[in-house]
């Protein structure tokens, strides 16, 4: 646990909040500020990752090789540049105050990542988003379609929030996980 702390305290990106990805920056658990790091810091042997802010969400069940993703906090330039569609609603538990429903690009490859709160064992699942619905749970969400058999990504969700960035980076949080002592598991 410590040299975790320590890797999370000394990245020299990892306190930086960029005024875009604010919002993703919401309720942030220990275990998910890897992922945020990974996400942010270039390393000197290998640029892990390209600048794009996470969407840090509740996962619902998985079934028939589908899942929602959803949480009333997502930052709209999920892509690094442009900003996504979005609304402003109410918060979704309270009905009080505003949260935005940002409409994530239909067909874009996404990284989920499943924290473990005992730092052993990070899942990763690669998948595409194919909708945006509007379900009565968290404001911003979107459904991802993977290939893997949906009993085995219930069996991996071992930790609370899920970590999502647009594109494939799997290769580079193993990568990463690995420096950390934390290993890896590629459901792709």
């Not at 975790?4 to 960029?18: D, E, G, K, V």
């Amino acid at each position: 646990m410590v040299e975790i702390l320590s890797f999370i305290i000394i990245a020299p990106n990892c306190f930086r909040i960029p005024i875009d990805a604010l919002i993703s920056w919401f309720e942030r658990e220990v275990c998910c500020c890897i992922c945020f790091s990974v996400f942010d810091v270039v390393s000197e042997e290998r640029k892990v990752f390209s600048g794009k802010p996470v969407f840090m969400n509740d996962p619902t069940y998985p079934h028939n090789q589908l899942i929602t993703l959803a949480h009333c906090t997502a930052p709209r330039r999920m892509n690094g540049r442009s900003l996504e569609p979005a609304r402003i609603m109410t918060h979704f538990e309270s009905d009080y105050g505003a949260a935005p429903k940002v409409e994530m690009h239909v067909g874009q490859t996404v990284t989920n990542i499943m924290p473990d709160f005992a730092f052993k064992l990070y899942t990763g699942l690669p998948g595409k988003i194919v909708d945006n619905p509007m379900l009565d749970i968290c404001r911003s969400q979107i459904d991802i379609g993977f290939e893997c058999d949906s009993r085995i990504v219930a069996e991996k969700m071992h930790g609370f929030h899920w970590i999502t960035v647009y594109g494939d980076y799997l290769r580079e949080m193993d990568y990463a996980l690995k420096k950390i002592g934390i290993k890896f598991e590629n459901l792709g």
